[in-house]
């Protein structure tokens, strides 16, 4: 293939290295010596990634998640424009500020759709592995691009503009990532099995209604915990799902399987594990509470979930 | 059921993580802390532990990707006023509501979500720069003395609403991966079954999706409306 994913590792990480250099040389920011040494060590992951040796990737998580965990990572200071310069300049570009941030999705719809097969001389011209991460990746950098050229602004203010918004982040940014290590590790030491077997051993499947909740609310919970539904799918449905639910009830595989995973987004609405989905929005939103898209979204997944539990219930014999 | 060979100590694992909820500690260090205790239930030693820790971490990198390389170009756009731009423009329409604004927006996320365009919204460059601001903008119109609580509120809905058109379209769509990860696990079992019947049968709970979240949009019209008297 042309165009690979680990380009954009190396674009990413000259990104976070730009970061904490700036970081390094903000006299603003109190703890300025640990923020640059925090986004210097991800930047070595994006950078070095699979050269490291496991061990060592594995100890750069540990003290990146220390530095985090006890306040390392600050504020600086980032020479903002007031309202009054922003509201001005919004009104000289118009609609023309639009421009830039559709492209950031068209592109990535146009890459991952028209251009999913396209080959020049016998190879992919995308990775086909990793076409939406590619086509997004492509769609940044035209819109970057464009942004300067309609701003008359240079690729350094870019980077600047990408440190205040990664600082407002802050650990925010690695929370989801270090959340999807937790979950490879529950996986490697059975959590999956544990889970099943402690549903299945002590809850009792002989009533339909009963068995068709279980694995619904179940699915639900273990996404909460998990913070992921596909880590969910396959225990509930292997454990409930296909013994219970399709064994006893002869239920419809394909509604089991459907609204089973319904049921898992109900979960992944409501857990703060779903840090990209939930966590993080609160961050970028700039909201005071961590966890104000969650409870903004249990009053939905609730209801929806007893929707789940009802419509498996009516539907899986049909 | 094979019951003699299962290991329940991983589940202290999560018993961690809701301590960690609970007592209200650095996510992050809750995290780290539940990766050790884990672990070190299922018997590893502190290198091997590292060494998939480590192994974990390369692997998933390109999870935070979606989120940071669009970052550069909306910095900038703010710079120049994007937020500034998108409220004035909503400001313009008079029947816009934050509610009525949410709700377009639920409909097409859920529908482009549902043809597999799944990169059409999301956090970084839509709510943030675009559709936070507009419901934002659309309520200052309507009440001069629009609160930070009630600003919260708009912001923290207009997040929710991405992910609930996201996660409740996205299903419906057959080349998604959940669909292709569902056959798989069902091949595994010795069930075969038709993608296009799991994408059918995810209808009815995506109408339902639709229906509960902009009741809610609907109720946050209202909420802000007696905020605001």
Wanted: with cysteine; proline share 5%; net charge positive.
């Amino acid at each position: 293939m042309i165009l690979k994913v680990e380009y954009f590792y190396y674009v990413l990480g000259a990104m976070l290295l730009m970061v904490a250099w700036m970081a390094l040389r903000d006299r603003h920011n109190p703890r300025r010596y640990n923020s640059a040494l925090f986004w210097a060590l991800y930047a070595v992951v994006y950078l070095a990634g699979e050269q490291l040796p496991p061990v060592t990737a594995g100890l750069m998580m540990v003290a990146m998640a220390l530095i985090a965990g006890f306040g390392g990572v600050t504020l600086g200071r980032y020479g903002e424009r007031t309202a009054e310069q922003r509201r001005d300049s919004a009104q000289r570009l118009g609609h023309k500020l639009l421009i830039p941030a559709l492209l950031i999705p068209l592109t990535t719809v146009i890459g991952s759709t028209l251009f999913k097969d396209v080959k020049w001389d016998g190879l992919f011209l995308l990775d086909p592995k990793n076409i939406t991460l590619v086509s997004l990746g492509c769609g940044s950098l035209f819109a970057v691009a464009t942004a300067c050229w309609l701003t008359r602004s240079t690729p350094l203010q870019a980077m600047r503009e990408s440190r205040r918004l990664i600082d407002h982040l802050g650990w925010a940014v690695v929370l989801p990532h270090m959340l999807a290590v937790l979950g490879l590790l529950f996986t490697d030491a059975g959590m999956g099995k544990a889970v099943a077997h402690v549903v299945t051993s002590y809850i009792n499947m002989d009533v339909r209604l009963v068995a068709v909740a279980v694995y619904c609310i179940g699915m639900a919970l273990f996404t909460i915990i998990m913070g992921n539904g596909f880590a969910a799918f396959p225990v509930m449905a292997g454990g409930v799902g296909i013994p219970v639910l399709v064994g006893v009830y002869h239920a419809n595989p394909a509604v089991m399987a459907a609204i089973g995973m319904f049921s898992a987004y109900c979960g992944t609405l409501m857990t703060p594990m779903a840090a990209n989905f939930n966590i993080v929005p609160a961050a970028l939103l700039e909201l005071p509470d961590k966890n104000a898209v969650v409870k903004m979204q249990v009053p939905t997944a609730l209801p929806l979930l007893l929707v789940n539990v009802a419509l498996l219930y009516f539907l899986m014999n049909l | 059921m094979n019951q003699t060979v299962v290991n329940l100590w991983p589940l202290l694992g999560v018993a961690v993580i809701i301590a960690g909820f609970v007592l209200r500690a650095h996510p992050v260090l809750v995290v780290i802390a539940a990766c050790f205790v884990t672990g070190f239930a299922a018997a590893m030693p502190v290198e091997q532990l590292l060494a998939t820790l480590g192994a974990a971490f390369v692997k998933t990198r390109n999870l935070p990707m979606i989120l940071l390389l669009p970052i550069a170009a909306i910095g900038l756009l703010e710079r120049h006023g994007l937020k500034e731009h998108a409220q004035a423009s909503i400001a313009r329409i008079k029947s816009a509501t934050t509610g009525r604004l949410l709700i377009a927006y639920l409909a097409i996320r859920e529908l482009a979500a549902a043809f597999g365009l799944t990169s059409i919204g999301g956090h970084p460059n839509m709510v943030r720069p675009l559709i936070a601001p507009m419901a934002e903008g659309a309520a200052e119109v309507r009440y001069p003395n629009v609160t930070m609580e009630m600003r919260y509120r708009i912001r923290a809905m207009a997040a929710a609403t991405d992910n609930v058109g996201l996660f409740f379209g996205e299903d419906i769509f057959v080349a998604f991966g959940a669909i292709v990860l569902m056959q798989t696990i069902l091949r595994g079992e010795g069930l075969e079954v038709d993608p296009l019947h799991m994408a059918l049968w995810g209808i009815p709970t995506a109408i339902c999706a639709f229906i509960i979240h902009s009741w809610r949009l609907y109720r946050l019209d209202r909420y802000l409306a007696r905020s605001a008297a």
